[in-house]
């Protein structure tokens, strides 16, 4: 069983930065990042497999966020220059299966066999 240990989340202002941290009990193949926004349902924001570089974005954070893998099961969220759509609850989520990450099937959450209890982000204009 994955365990998975968000950490990172805070509150900020429009424009500013905040970096995500997942901790991982054992290495996964694909590691992502979602969100969920009070009353809507849970998006995709961004996916690794490996340790890149075949990452995935949304347009709506493309060139703004960045995934990230380090050699100790560690996965990070780069947030720069957030909106306040932004907000929401950010979950890290794995796949131990070793599937490849496709284009059109990354965002999907019944891809991801693991979960974490998410972080909290919340930016205000």
């Known amino acids: 069983q994955v365990r998975l240990v968000e950490s990172g989340g805070d509150s900020v202002q429009a424009g500013g930065s905040l970096t995500l941290s997942c901790a991982a009990s054992q290495y996964t193949a694909t590691m992502a990042w979602f969100r969920q926004a009070a009353g809507k349902e849970r998006e995709a924001v961004a996916a690794?497999?490996?340790?890149?570089?075949?990452t995935h974005y949304p347009d709506s954070v493309k060139d703004r966020f960045t995934i990230s893998r380090d050699n100790k099961n560690m996965a990070y969220l780069q947030m720069n220059n957030l909106k306040p759509d932004d907000t929401g609850m950010y979950f890290c989520?794995?796949?131990?299966?070793?599937?490849?990450?496709?284009?059109?099937?990354?965002?999907?959450?019944?891809?991801?066999?693991?979960w974490g209890q998410g972080t909290q982000v919340t930016v205000s204009s």
């Open positions: 690794i497999w490996g340790r890149g570089p075949n």
């Open positions: 989520a794995a796949d131990d299966r070793f599937q490849p990450l496709l284009r059109d099937s990354w965002f999907d959450t019944s891809r991801y066999t693991h």
